[in-house]
């Protein structure tokens, strides 16, 4: 596979079993032998080496703030953006369903796929080796975030505002599911009585587009 060694020159990383990048760049639904148990380790190993950096840098950044840096950090949209600016998605191997419903550019499977590359970097070449391959997909991140400034997500932003209004909190309501269960597209509304306002948010869930509905609440709140 051609990608492989250009992959590997992007995360920094060779790897001495090569059967294990291949093995994390693999989805269930191409075969049984798939990425998800590295996966499952390799979420432990960066949430652990994110955490670590945090810690490092902002010595005086109390528990919660450091434990809202780490989400923002490890967060579904933070991992398949790495993962774009990788073009893992040319790397991965999915079952013919992914490939029709353009698998490949899906948020929750390049987030995944990040995930078990750094659990086949770990069983690879130890701790030593997964923490150079995070500190270097991170390095931008990591230099430029600003810990006076921890983003919160929109409905907490959103819940926040309105009750420093003492208004009501916002409803949610799913307008529609659409397509087939492992590849859904929920379509939401998010309902402010107080302010007549009404904003509707799309996504590969119910929580995602509730998110997008209440940024663009936020957003029209602020205009």
């Known amino acids: 596979m051609s990608v492989l060694p250009v992959l590997q020159t992007r995360i920094g990383y060779s790897f001495t079993r090569p059967e294990l990048l291949q093995q994390a760049l693999t989805h269930r639904s191409f075969s049984g032998t798939n990425n998800e148990r590295l996966e499952f380790l390799g979420d432990s190993v960066l949430n652990f080496i994110i955490a670590h950096q945090l810690f490092n840098l902002f010595p005086d950044l109390p528990e919660g703030d450091l434990s809202r840096l780490r989400a923002k950090l490890v967060k579904e949209a933070s991992l398949a953006e790495i993962s774009t600016s990788l073009h893992l998605g040319d ?133």
């Open 91 to 223: 790397a991965l191997k999915l079952g013919e369903g992914e490939l029709k419903s353009a698998g490949w550019r899906r948020p929750s499977i390049l987030a995944d796929a990040l995930e078990a590359i750094v659990g086949a970097v770990y069983l690879d070449g130890g701790f030593g080796a997964a923490e150079k391959v995070v500190a270097l997909l991170y390095r931008e991140t990591l230099t430029s975030i600003d810990p006076k400034v921890i983003d919160k997500d929109a409905k907490s932003q959103l819940q926040e505002y309105l009750q420093s209004k003492k208004m009501d909190l916002p409803e949610y309501q799913v307008v529609t599911i659409e397509g087939e269960a492992h590849a859904q597209t929920f379509t939401v509304q998010c309902l402010i009585k107080k302010l007549k306002l009404s904003t509707t948010g799309v996504g590969t869930s119910r929580r995602v587009a509730e998110q997008q509905a209440a940024q663009l609440a936020m957003e029209k709140i602020q205009s």
